[in-house]
């Protein structure tokens, strides 16, 4: 059974910085597609990263040069460091996997999921 569970959510100030992990089990998160992605109120779920078997990334134009997504074999666990936050970061935000190694930018192709960790940003 595949598990994924994020931390490291909170509350930032903005220009601030905050690390999520997910701890991911009963899947290999060297072999597939990984993704964070983030709600907020009222707004469809969107996609802020994904990383693909290869390790290569995408980041939409809201978040690039800001945030980094990045794994650990060894621990099974996906990253996302967010750093100059601002306001408009703050949502909900989920770890998301895929049954391949290629990535999708779209959430409908992700196959399992974390509960989330919700992400503050004040000003």
């Known amino acids: 059974q595949v598990q994924l569970v994020e931390s490291g959510g909170g509350s930032a100030q903005a220009g601030g910085s905050l690390r999520l992990s997910c701890v991911v089990s009963?899947?290999?998160?060297?072999?597939?597609?990984m993704g964070w992605f983030r709600q907020a109120p009222g707004k469809e779920r969107e996609g802020v990263a994904n990383?693909?078997?290869?390790?290569?990334?995408w980041y939409p134009d809201s978040v690039k040069g800001r945030f980094t997504i990045s794994k650990d074999n060894a621990k099974n666990t996906l990253y996302l460091l967010m750093n100059s936050l601002k306001p408009e970061d703050t949502a909900m935000y989920y770890c998301a996997a895929r049954s391949v190694a290629y990535c999708h930018t779209e959430k409908s192709f992700y196959n399992y999921w974390g509960q989330g960790t919700q992400v503050t940003v004040s000003s």
């Open positions: 990383i693909n078997s290869a390790a290569n990334t």
């Open positions: 009963g899947y290999t998160v060297s072999s597939y597609c």
